[in-house]
């Protein structure tokens, strides 16, 4: 059984229009991972139909059902990226049984490949054990530049938790990824909720000198201090990766995750961090992970993670 799914065209559909006005019709679906080598401004859509990892984490299944949700979705949102920068969708990398590793080295790989080709990897989850497969390719990828990365998680749990049984989850990518690469892990957390969080995690979080800006502290009255934090941690590291788990915002919001939270964050301030992230010219790739169709409302969660991908991607290129 091969890990690799081709895309789908009939997941890309939307209004109709004379002239390419909507993603739907910008997308190209490429199979095989025959990656472009065209020049320019490139992006490279992967998904991760995944769920092992939240499973492991005693997690709500569903999660895998999401990169299609999201796609869905985005293909009906205006297009409003420069023409000259190019969309491609290069299908999914699925899981086998419950042999989530296998998973994570192929997603790793793809992950190098799309930036030794010059796209902009956007990948959809899935479990956020994503993290450390998508991170790990980044980071191999810098490495042989000499480039330092900065790791920015809008979340409500640090994702700092050590295995389970010898194994990695939807709660440790970035743990393993600070076991990984020890020298060159670079973290920012927005949006952690003290109630998600137990101590230990704190104190995973000074051990593995990782940074962090409490749910409280993240209030668009506080935008000052929170733009000058953002902005101290994007000025310390040459290239970022920014990751978003759904289950950070509020479930008035994003109802359909893993895990929600009434007491999340808002569009409106995400939104904001997205666009100073995105201005920054420092963006490396991105995911949208935790999206759980199955306990969705009117399918606002999917909706919101296609405005994530659409807005930072428009903010990026402008």
């Known amino acids: 059984m ?3 799914l081709n895309p789908n065209p009939e997941n890309w559909t939307g209004r109709k229009s004379e002239s390419p006005e909507y993603w739907h019709q910008i997308v190209q679906c490429i199979p095989n991972l025959h990656y472009s080598e065209e020049e320019g ?4 859509i992967l998904g991760y139909p995944g769920e092992e990892g939240v499973k ?4 709500r299944p569903g999660t895998k059902e999401a990169p299609d949700h999201i796609r869905k979705y985005l293909g009906g949102i205006a297009y409003h990226l420069p023409d000259s920068c190019k969309i491609y969708d290069y299908g999914d990398i699925q899981t086998q049984g419950t042999d989530l590793e296998s998973t994570q080295t192929k997603i790793s790989e793809t992950v190098q490949a799309l930036l030794r080709n010059k796209h902009l990897p956007v990948l959809l989850g899935g479990g956020h054990d994503l993290a450390f497969a998508h991170g ?6 810098l490495h042989l530049k000499g480039e330092k ?3 920015i998680n809008l979340d409500a749990h640090f994702d700092l938790r050590p295995l389970a049984n010898g194994k990695g989850h939807s709660g440790s990518p970035f743990y393993q990824l600070a076991q990984e690469f020890p020298m060159n892990f670079n973290y920012l957390a927005i949006g952690i909720q003290r ?9 995973n979080a000074k051990k593995l000198n ?10 668009l009255r506080n935008w000052e201090y929170i733009q000058e934090q953002i902005l101290w941690f994007l000025d310390s590291v040459n290239k970022v990766y920014l990751s978003v788990d759904m289950d950070g915002f509020s479930s008035a919001f994003a109802p359909g995750v893993s895990a929600p939270s009434p007491m999340g964050f808002s569009p409106q301030i995400a939104f904001r961090v997205f666009e100073l992230i995105a201005k920054s010219k420092k963006l490396i790739a991105m995911d949208v992970v935790e999206l759980n169709p199955r306990f969705d409302q009117d399918q ?3 909706r919101l993670a296609a405005r994530c991908v659409e807005y930072v991607l428009r903010k990026n290129f402008e």
């Open 136 to 141: 790990t390719g980044i980071l191999n990828h």
């Open 56 to 59: 492991r984490n005693h997690g």
């Open 300 to 302: 606002a969660t999917a």
């Open 210 to 219: 990782a940074k962090y800006l409490l749910m409280e502290q993240f209030r």
């Open 149 to 151: 990365l900065g790791i």
């Open 41 to 44: 401004r490139k992006v490279g």
């Open 2 to 4: 091969s890990l690799h």
């Open 195 to 203: 109630a998600s969080n137990p101590n230990s995690l704190f104190e």
